[in-house]
């Protein structure tokens, strides 16, 4: 008889604590996932503002393409690929992005700022970087995504713009 009931409460308990424990586990790995892309979008926004810091001379050669020359005469270009990659050179900096939702453009305003300590006009300007990485959630967690590409703006007031 208590084997009888032993067995019973088994039969009850398991489920109920393998659900749990399986539950634990998804939402675990999609926090990871959501973890991860914000991660990436993050790193590449790091890297490509040190660059632009340091860079000369800012040459957006497309919206999946940009060229980036530094005093020292060297380049670097930075490139959306086919294969949802980005590439610097031949290095590739973020995997899993969106290339069709990716994109370099430059944003220069009408009309220049003055800046009157130095008594000339500033052409201000940006390079926006829109990036979007793949959706790695799905199922019952496709919340836990990036719904809408980030949009980045790094000022390169005082770069020439190409």
Same mark, same amino acid.
């Given at each position: 008889?208590?084997?009888?009931?032993?067995?019973?409460?088994?039969?009850?308990?398991?489920?109920?604590?393998?659900?749990?424990?399986?539950?634990?586990?998804?939402?675990?790995?999609?926090?990871?996932?959501?973890?991860?892309?914000?991660?990436?979008?993050?790193?590449?926004?790091?890297?490509?503002?040190?660059?632009?810091?340091?860079?000369?001379?800012?040459?957006?050669?497309?919206?999946?393409?940009?060229?980036?020359?530094?005093?020292?005469?060297?380049?670097?270009?930075?490139?959306?690929?086919?294969?949802?990659?980005?590439?610097?050179?031949?290095?590739?900096?973020? =995997?899993? @992005?969106?290339?069709? %939702?990716? *994109? $370099?453009?430059? #944003?220069?305003? /009408?009309? +220049?700022?003055?800046?009157?300590?130095?008594?000339?006009?500033?052409?201000e300007?940006?390079?926006v970087?829109?990036? =979007?990485? @793949?959706?790695?959630? %799905?199922k *019952? $967690?496709?919340? #836990?995504?990036? /719904?809408? +590409?980030?949009?980045?703006?790094?000022?390169?007031?005082?770069?020439?713009?190409?």
């Open positions: 008889m208590e084997v009888l009931i032993y067995t019973a409460l088994l039969g009850i308990i398991l489920p109920v604590m393998s659900s749990i424990l399986l539950y634990g586990f998804d939402t675990y790995k999609s926090n990871y996932n959501y973890i991860r892309q914000e991660d990436m979008v993050s790193n590449v926004s790091n890297l490509l503002r040190k660059d632009i810091e340091a860079s000369k001379i800012i040459k957006i050669i497309s919206d999946k393409e940009l060229q980036l020359t530094f005093p020292d005469g060297k380049s670097k270009t930075w490139k959306f690929g086919s294969d949802n990659t980005l590439k610097v050179g031949t290095t590739i900096v973020a =995997k899993d @992005i969106d290339s069709s %939702s990716c *994109k $370099f453009e430059k #944003r220069v305003p /009408s009309a +220049p700022t003055p800046n009157w300590e130095n008594k000339i006009l500033v052409d300007g940006y390079v970087l829109t990036i =979007k990485p @793949i959706e790695t959630n %799905s *019952k $967690f496709t919340n #836990r995504n990036f /719904s809408k +590409p980030i949009i980045t703006e790094f000022s390169v007031r005082y770069k020439e713009i190409q």
